[in-house]
């Protein structure tokens, strides 16, 4: 297969890659927000729709997780893409909030459920081979072809889009109804498992080893301010771009090019972080995303995509590290629970933060929010790195 230049023997990798592809033809992207707002009116409401997937993702992270590690990850994924198809034809129906928020808490089920065992499945393959140093170049690739399927798709929904705001939502389902069929055909590495393991025990033993763990909450201390304002401006993008009178048909174009632009950083986060280093390519990256986010509010037009979307590569180049640095802590057992435990506060971070800048939008205006936003990425996050081991 394409990976066998690395020596790598299993297919499961290159079956992830593909699944992955799949996820991110997500056709409704560029209008979701839109599409949210033509229901619910205002910024602030929108807002609390993203909060609540937010909030309920948080609170579904770390037992999945678990679940994921106890009762298998291949199975959980089955599960998990199943209720994305479900989730998908509500949010299709849409039309009121109550429709929204059904399909916000299964979305956040899904992607919960899903969020460990893919990354545990491709770093225990490797690990079964001999080949776990091979995980930050590997998971680079893989992170790199999500936002090429949805630069792909972006561009395909803004069209859709012109035909009704509904139409990607029902072009969706398709693609995930193809990646479930793909996930039958995973071989799930065998790993060691506590006999007497619980769920709850599990999970409280995973936390304890993060928070016993200096690396891990640096990670997650200037992760999640990075991680919670840049989602906060990422999920509002496109009340950005319609506060800075950009045309409907450009949003497909802007956000496909946010995709394929983070997309590019992923796929040179090794080799970057192999020159300059881990700590120093985080901290820089996230500096630079900033500076980017924080030059677009005071520029319009052409100008303010090239920014905006820019920002989105260093996203991409500093996200593969982060999980390089976060899965050497972590053993294989309780990988996806830690995994999870990761993504809960990264989740609650947005959770927190959206409604802030959706509440700032309406206050002051969403250039304001954003800008407020950027800020605030500038002068924390990089704090927090700067004490990340020197490896």
């Not at 080949?131 to 630069?151: D, F, Q, R």
């Not at 009340?239 to 090019?257: E, V």
């Not at 959770?351 to 250039?367: C, K, M, N, Q």
């Amino acid at each position: 297969m394409i990976f066998g230049k690395y020596g790598i023997k299993s297919n499961n990798i290159f079956l992830l890659c593909v699944i992955h592809f799949l996820q991110g033809l997500m056709f409704f992207l560029p209008i979701l927000a839109l599409y949210y707002q033509q229901t619910l009116f205002s910024a602030q409401n929108v807002a609390l729709i993203f909060a609540i997937e937010a909030i309920c993702s948080a609170i579904f992270e770390v037992p999945t997780g678990a679940i994921a590690d106890l009762f298998g990850k291949k199975k959980t994924m089955i599960v998990a893409y199943s209720i994305d198809i479900i989730a998908f034809v509500i949010l299709w129906i849409g039309g009121s909030m109550i429709m929204f928020v059904v399909y916000a808490i299964l979305t956040a089920l899904a992607h919960s459920l899903n969020n460990g065992p893919e990354t545990a499945i491709m770093y225990d393959t490797l690990k079964q081979e001999g080949k776990e140093y091979l995980y930050k170049k590997i998971s680079g690739i893989y992170m790199a072809i999500w936002p090429a399927g949805a630069a792909i798709s972006s561009v395909i929904g803004g069209y859709l889009a012109t035909i009704s705001l509904r139409t990607p939502i029902f072009y969706t389902i398709f693609p995930f109804l193809i990646a479930l069929i793909i996930i039958f055909f995973i071989d799930e590495p065998p790993y060691e498992k506590k006999a007497d393991a619980t769920l709850n025990g599990h999970m409280l033993e995973s936390a304890k080893d993060v928070l016993k763990n200096k690396q891990l909450m640096f990670i997650l201390l200037g992760g999640i301010v990075a991680w919670s304002f840049g989602e906060s401006t990422h999920f509002l993008s496109q009340l950005f771009f319609q506060f800075k009178n950009i045309p409907i048909l450009w949003f497909g174009y802007a956000t496909a090019a946010e995709f394929a632009l983070s997309s590019l950083g992923f796929y040179f986060s090794h080799a970057i972080s192999e020159r300059f280093g881990n700590k120093r390519t985080v901290i820089m990256s996230v500096i630079l995303l900033a500076l980017l986010l924080i030059f677009a509010t005071w520029t319009t037009g052409l100008t303010m995509l090239i920014l905006f979307s820019t920002s989105s590569f260093f996203f991409g180049l500093r996200s593969p590290i982060l999980g390089h640095l976060w899965n050497e802590e972590c053993e294989s057992r309780k990988r996806a629970t830690m995994n999870s435990i990761n993504a809960l506060v990264y989740q609650l971070g947005v959770a927190i933060t959206i409604p802030i800048v959706g509440y700032w939008s309406d206050l002051f205006s969403v250039g304001t929010a954003f800008l407020l936003s950027g800020l605030i990425i500038l002068i924390i996050p990089p704090i927090f790195f700067a004490f990340l081991k020197n490896n």
